[in-house]
């Protein structure tokens, strides 16, 4: 009992940490750099080695609060894209910035705890799940803006003027070069940085699935 009440509390004050990362990330301009009306977003590791390192219950809270500080610049303004959606509809788009990236931080822990299983040694599993957050985060998001925005005026305006022929081809002209660098560079830095921080903690294979409490889903670490 006293173990597990420990470890709780570590995997409370990780979480908080990789929290506070993501919030300053994007507050010193780190976590995102604007592309047209889209950003390149970094902000995916911190997420991807929550997923990786505690479980995908982590992964989803992080993706929660980068959800989160990407819908204040849905009210604020600080995204094009986001602020003209909310003008559209609030709901959704709390729906696109919000939701998508629990189920983004979520996916990436199943991911990687499937890879981790098949990489007993514990080295490609890092890379190839620190590029399923990227790649997921543009999945989710781009595939809500399609599935519910997509005949909306704003996107349509941006259809138009990029000349795509179909919504895939929206996708693909809109997400472009910026999209390979994002995976390129979140896959580079999360796999390192999450196999570090797994090699820290001591971790050899993740935890099997228990049906408990939230955070007792979560891997122990050594003591």
Known sequence: MKKNKTTNVRVLAQLGLLAAI???????????????????????????????????????????????VSFKDALTGGSAMTSALFQVSPVNTFILCVAM?????????LLFSLLRRVDKKGGWSYFAGALSAPLLNTLFFMGYIVLVFYNCEYIQNIVATNGAANPLMFVVLLVGMQGLVEAVVCCAAGGVITRAVASFLGQRAPAPARKTTPFEELPSEKT
């Open 101 to 109: 990236r629990i189920l983004m931080g979520w996916f990436v822990g």
């Open 22 to 68: 993501e919030i300053v990330m994007k507050l010193i301009g780190l976590g995102s750099v604007p592309v047209g009306p889209l950003y390149m977003s970094f902000l995916t590791v911190p997420i991807a080695v929550g997923a990786m390192t505690m479980g995908p219950v982590a992964g989803a809270i992080l993706g929660g609060v980068f959800g989160l």
